[in-house]
């Protein structure tokens, strides 16, 4: 079982997590590293070989080594049920589902959630352009600890309780993996809604001020696409803020083969960008060169 899973295309299970390559040479293709935010891409995948590398982190390794990165575990049965999860193999995932969850600690031991305000998540926020008081309203703050070692991160609940967290060198999940809904209003749902790859977006959407009156729905992971399907049937308009890349594009078109003419793709505003946050650094960046 371990060697399907070590065979399974690195290329192919980054698209399911919603990471396509933004250049290719040769044999090597170059992502934005899902391991933690950058700008210029330095996380390699070695087609032939089935590797990668982060340069920024100085790592790399297997499909294993990967998910140990993604899913901050040792676990490796705990990594097994996640890639086959992700990337559902049938023999892999018959056999991943047998095994039982085990009772020892979490990979995450000692998960706490608090208010945000560590001073250094807060300025992490705001260098990708999200004011203080939008990121307290919004957001909390995790603390944990991996294999002895003191961790904290920024928190982004979802639906299912589990946890989106980021700070300057880590990406991941506490939980289980799933879409987070914000409704406008407690009164009852809105009439329109408003659709985000990452919580971060969403920030920058409210930053902004261009979602007024609509309900949210943050995706998580373009994978989670169809998990956003019964939320939005009774919407009269889905405006979708999704990266300008090919997975956000695939959702985009997935959405509007089920619900057509309602679905409305505002990436037009940051064409000339990756993403929603891209824009508002940019023009964040421009205002302070102008003062």
Request: positive net charge; charged residues 20%; hydrophobic residues 40%.
């Amino acid at each position: 079982m371990l060697k399907e899973i070590k065979s399974i295309p690195l290329a192919a299970f980054l698209s399911r997590l919603g990471h396509e390559p933004a250049a290719r040479k040769g044999t090597r293709l170059w992502y934005k590293s899902p391991l933690r935010q950058e700008r210029t891409p330095s996380f390699k995948v070695e087609i032939t070989l089935n590797c990668w590398y982060d340069f920024g982190l100085g790592k790399g390794g297997n499909i294993i080594d990967l998910a140990a990165e993604l899913y901050q575990s040792t676990d490796l049965r705990h990594l097994m049920r996640c890639i086959a999860n992700s990337y559902p193999v049938p023999s892999v995932q018959t056999v991943a589902s047998s095994f039982p969850p085990r009772h020892s600690a979490p990979s995450m031991e000692r998960f706490e959630v608090v208010p945000l305000e560590h001073r250094a998540l807060v300025a992490y926020l705001q260098e990708r352009g999200i004011p203080a008081h939008i990121a307290k309203a919004n957001c909390k703050e995790a603390h944990y600890s991996v294999n002895g070692k003191l961790y904290f991160a920024v928190a982004f609940e979802n639906v299912s309780g589990g946890w989106e967290l980021r700070n300057r060198y880590f990406k991941g999940c506490r939980g289980r993996k799933d879409i987070s809904y914000l409704p406008w209003s407690r009164d009852g749902p809105s009439t329109e809604s408003a659709l985000f790859e990452g919580f971060i977006d969403y920030l920058s959407a409210l930053t902004l001020d261009i979602i007024s009156g609509a309900d949210a729905i943050i995706l998580n992971s373009v994978v989670n696409v169809n998990k956003a399907v019964p939320y939005l049937k009774d919407y009269t308009a889905i405006n979708c803020y999704l990266d300008n890349d090919n997975a956000g594009q695939t959702a985009l078109a997935e959405l509007k083969a089920i619900y057509g003419s309602i679905v409305i793709d505002r990436s037009t505003l940051y064409s000339e960008f990756n993403d929603l946050n891209d824009f508002l650094v940019n023009q964040s960046s421009n205002i302070k060169q102008n003062k």
